[in-house]
């Protein structure tokens, strides 16, 4: 299997060529990763005899993989022309990122929703597509249905929740961005992504 024929399992298949090109261009090494609860994607930049690395988590729906690869890469173009003397995702970060978002519009790859939800998050992209839930609610229409989970924005208030590790947790008010929660095997508040997926207490 060549490497376009394998990125087009992750990929919308007409962005799976041009993401080959830039691997090549930029002679980065490109893994697609496990699963990691904490990130979506990775960028390291060249250090002693090695090379640009980006990973990209394996279980992301195929926009959300290209968003995410894009991300990475704009922190790859930034790297190249600023070294370590900007902002991770200062302006100069988001400049590229809008830069090379650029060939996947004009193939009109995304859905209509997809794509406004997108633009609008170009306007003034974050650290992490999953930080906007906008873009984020978007994106996860397109994951393939887990009918054992449910995201915690769904939860009543007080209601009891679970995680894959078997903490319990009790969903309490909104501040901001995040739900406070109490983990009931603690005591302890922890403050959730209104989009984290979880199990209510009598799937598990």
Not at 51 to 60: C, E, R
Not at 134 to 160: F, H, M, P, W
Not at 188 to 198: Q, S
Request: aromatic letters at 12%; glycine letters at 4%.
């Amino acid at each position: 299997m060549d490497r376009i024929e394998l990125l087009s399992h992750y990929l919308p298949v007409q962005a799976a060529p041009i993401i080959s090109k830039w691997i090549d261009y930029f002679q980065c090494e490109f893994t697609i990763s496990k699963a990691r609860e904490t990130k979506l994607g990775d960028y390291r930049h060249p250090f002693k005899h090695q090379g640009h690395k980006i990973s990209v988590n394996n279980n992301l729906n195929r926009y959300a993989f290209l968003v995410t690869t894009v991300h990475e890469f704009a922190h790859l173009l930034t790297w190249n022309e600023h070294k370590n003397k900007v902002k991770p995702h200062g302006i100069e970060w988001k400049s590229n990122f809008k830069r090379m978002m650029a060939p996947f519009y004009d193939l009109n790859i995304f859905p209509d929703d997809l794509h406004r939800s997108i633009t609008a998050y170009l306007n003034n992209p974050g650290a992490s597509s999953c930080t906007d839930l906008q873009l984020a609610r978007s994106l996860k229409k397109y994951d393939l249905v887990n009918n054992n989970t449910i995201t915690v924005e769904r939860i009543k208030e007080g209601q009891v929740f679970q995680l894959k590790d078997g903490r319990k947790f009790e969903k309490g008010q909104k501040i901001r961005k995040r739900i406070k929660c109490l983990c009931l095997d603690n005591q302890k508040l922890y403050l959730f992504n209104p989009l984290a997926e979880v199990f209510l207490e009598t799937e598990i």
